[in-house]
């Protein structure tokens, strides 16, 4: 197994650490993930039109992504306390039949940044993840079969590894 190949959360003796980065150079660094949930059209129409029984439903669900980010090291054992420079996330609502599958929901996308000794893709998944959890939250009482899915990172760059870009072929 090479260097690249080795799980880097696992010492010489099988146990859990935190990789130290010490040594590491700050350099810039971004990634981007998304996440989608997939809910009934009337859900949808809901959202869209502003009438969710518990308020701005995308607004919501924004500042909850950019503060999961700030979190992402309280809630993932291993994970580098960060300070983020950059938190965005982007809810676009998708209309039934305008993705490949056919179904309605909240495509969420974020991006996130910081100069500094370790990647930033903890957080970017972390705030796709709450964001999608919040849009089930606040409409949950008029839809609990809502799906979360395709929470993936898109892009990561920066680091010793460069640039790095989901193949979608």
Not at 114 to 130: C, D, F, P, Q, Y
Not at 132 to 148: P, Q
Request: charged residues 25%; negative net charge.
């Amino acid at each position: 197994m090479s260097d690249e190949q080795k799980l880097t959360h696992i010492d010489e003796k099988g146990d859990v650490r935190m990789v130290d980065v010490s040594a590491q150079p700050d350099t810039e660094r971004i990634a981007v993930a998304e996440g989608f949930i997939a809910m009934h059209p009337e859900t949808l129409a809901l959202i869209v039109e502003g009438k969710a029984a518990k308020g701005d439903v995308l607004a919501c669900a924004r500042v909850a992504g950019v503060m999961a980010a700030k979190q992402t090291s309280s809630l993932i054992p291993m994970c580098h306390p960060l300070n983020i420079t950059k938190a965005k996330v982007e809810c676009t609502p998708v209309a039934a039949g305008e993705r490949e599958d056919g179904r309605a929901g909240i495509h969420i996308t974020t991006t996130c940044g910081v100069t500094g000794k370790t990647g930033i893709e903890m957080e970017a998944l972390t705030a796709a993840s709450v964001a999608c959890l919040t849009v089930y939250d606040m409409c949950k009482a008029v839809d609990r079969g809502m799906e979360i899915t395709d929470v993936r990172l898109l892009k990561k760059d920066g680091g010793k590894t460069g640039l790095w870009l989901r193949d979608n072929g």
